[in-house]
């Protein structure tokens, strides 16, 4: 097992893991960090872990020391100047129409790199726009390509259900979603009603799957012939959350709803599942 401190370089970032090196660290900590050979403040999310040598990289560089005042500040003014940063080079892919957008600019803590994050539909050939920008900001320019999801994360905004965005809020890294989740749960398969602002399936569809899967297993499956208090009859319809069953009853034209507890002792286990 090796001790090491998370740390993330966004609010709502993925953790990154580090040496201690024997000094102790406090949540939400300020700390300077090396990062590919550039220097980064980040914040700590975890200030102690065990993990195994094996979930963890071959190489773990340490914390070189927490962040100073002068540090925090200057980190504060890199903050700003890549805003304004942002906006120029907006104006650099507009005067060569390119079909790209930048979404956000970000300057290592000792300003020698500059790094642009930007979307588009396919590969760009950017040779010449990196040239412009750095012939303006007088430093190293990396341009860095990311999905509409990530997009997402990084500018926020409002969901579907009246909340901040989930990723950009609090989840630190997103989760595999499917439409399979969204069958489980019976919700509508209509794009426009699953989907985030980003255009991809809401994340949340994941939240409540695990307990979707398992009621599931248990419930009987839609058609399904079953024996209930009243007789035989097929299931017609599922509240998996709430566990109740509606049946069709032989001879009856509408469906009768009735709680798992009170169903299941009149069906055979070899029958649950038809």
Not at 30 to 56: F, Y
Not at 257 to 265: F, G
Request: aromatic share 6%; hydrophobic share 35%; charged share 30%.
């Amino acid at each position: 097992m090796v001790e090491v401190v998370g740390v993330r370089y966004k609010e709502t970032g993925h953790i990154y893991y580090f040496q201690s090196d024997n000094l102790t660290y406090d949540y939400n900590d300020k700390v300077v960090v090396e990062s590919q050979k550039n220097l980064h403040i980040a914040t700590v999310a975890i200030p102690k872990a065990e993990l195994d040598s094996e979930k963890l990289p071959d190489q773990i560089s340490p914390i070189l020391h927490k962040a100073t005042e002068v540090e925090i500040e200057k980190s504060k003014k890199n903050r700003i100047d890549a805003k304004k940063a942002l906006i120029v080079a907006k104006e650099k892919v507009k005067k060569r129409q390119l079909e790209m957008k930048f979404v956000q600019a970000e300057y290592t803590l000792d300003r020698s790199k500059l790094i642009f994050s930007f979307t588009a539909d396919g590969r760009i050939d950017f040779r010449e726009l990196v040239k412009d920008l750095a012939a303006v900001f007088r430093t190293r320019i990396e341009l860095q390509q990311i999905g509409v999801r990530d997009e997402a994360k990084l500018v926020g905004g409002i969901g579907p259900c009246g909340r901040p965005l989930c990723c950009a809020s609090f989840l630190g890294d997103f989760v595999p979603v499917s439409i399979k989740m969204a069958k489980n749960q019976s919700l509508s398969l209509n794009p426009t009603k699953i989907s985030g602002i980003c255009g991809r399936l809401m994340c949340c569809l994941q939240y409540e799957n695990e307990e979707y899967e398992l009621v599931k297993q248990t419930l009987p499956d839609l058609g399904t012939t079953v024996d209930t208090p009243d007789g035989k009859g097929k299931v017609v319809g599922l509240n998996l959350l709430s566990r109740l069953v509606n049946v069709r009853l032989t001879g009856r034209e509408n469906p009768v709803e009735y709680e798992w507890d009170e169903l299941k002792n009149f069906i055979q286990v070899g029958e649950i599942n038809g």
